[in-house]
């Protein structure tokens, strides 16, 4: 029985995607629930399983193509022989270009330059492809054979006469360079940047937080709160998201975003959570974080971090939000202006954790100092406000208890 495999239903805040990279090829058997195709969105990284044991028996559209919600993307036959032969190909030259080089690498050939490497039996792990995806173009294997590419070892030179001198010998190695499209993802981010700085009357203040007393919380209870919350480490994130939370409380247009002519105040606290991937920077979302514990938060947090990492995210995990805290400290920033993530009029920036001399009562002392960063939309945030909201930050972080008491 044949099986149609679409793409998923994209939610309206996704117009279309891209077909990452096909992990089954036709006439493929693959199993129940195997990944078959990975789908690119301005969001997330989509994965696509099969429905059913059978083999592939056509792709509908290629790596690279942009296709649209639900859109076929190829057929199944259920309950085929599992070892289904692959299809001949239909290019003779290929079969000895895969003969002498791994698929991966055959794979990145067009028909032109396939007939090239055949004829000259060139060595394609040393040729670099400046195609879409990587692909080795004709005019790249050109390059390649210019440049020396296919030249035999050269003949030791002629002797000059005697009491010439030799002539410079130029320098013979390659100045590589790579083109690679940009990724949906970097592309949308980088419109996203871009936009922030443009339609945004985007403002940062800064402040700076003694440290000691929540390294010392930390450091007290760290192994109790381990043991009480089945192996959640207790961590900054955790009180920083709390204590933004009860912050936004008390200004609430710092949690507002701005509609056309409208500002929307929202009567609760999604706080989205910067975390760096290999794709990108991406914001999941902590839902209701104001009526989170700690420990919530923390695990969330880490549960978040690695599907992020693991290409696991949904659309779900990344839409809405009306607050976010970016922690540049984690790859040694000391200071930074974190950009807003529009329709959010604020951002929280966490940086590293440096000691420095400070003034304590007339004494110098050396404290454990972090440098706080709070970009706001000055449209809508005062100066007053994001100067106040950050101190209430700071004055929260600086005693712990606070965050707990609510004062």
Known sequence: MAIE??????????????VAAWHKQ??????????????????????????????????????????????????????????????ASSEPAAEAVVAAASEDLAALLGPA???????????????TGTGKN?????????????????????????AEPAGVPAAPVAPTGERIEKRVPMTRMRAKIAERLLNATQETA????????????????????????EKAHNGTRLGFMGLFVKAACEALKRFPEVNASIDGNDVVYHGYQDIGVAVSTENGLVVPVLRDADFMSVADVEAAIRDLGTRARDNKLTIEDMTGGTFTVTNGGVFGSLMSTPILNPPQTGILGMHKIQERPMAVDGEVVILPMMYLALSYDHRLVDGKSAVQFLVAIKDLIEDPARILLQL
Do not use: C
């Open 202 to 225: 985007m403002l940062t203040t800064f402040n700076e937080v003694n440290m000691a007393p929540m390294m010392a919380l930390r450091s007290k209870y760290k192994e109790q709160f």
């Open 5 to 18: 495999i679409k793409a998923p239903a994209f939610p309206e805040s996704v117009a279309d995607g891209e």
């Open 26 to 87: 036709e006439r493929e058997a693959v199993s129940r629930d195997e990944l078959i195709v990975e789908i690119e969105t301005d969001k997330v990284v989509m994965e696509v399983v099969a429905p059913e044991d059978g083999v592939i028996t056509k792709i509908h559209v290629q790596e690279g193509e942009t296709i649209q919600s639900e859109q076929l993307l190829a057929s199944l036959e259920q309950g085929a022989a599992a070892s289904a032969a692959p299809a």
């Open 134 to 158: 990587g692909r080795i173009t004709k005019e790249d294997i050109l390059k390649h054979m210019k440049s020396g590419g296919t030249a035999a070892a050269p003949a030791a030179a002629k």
């Open 113 to 127: 330059a396939r007939q090239l490497v055949e004829e000259h039996k060139l060595d394609i792990s040393k040729i």
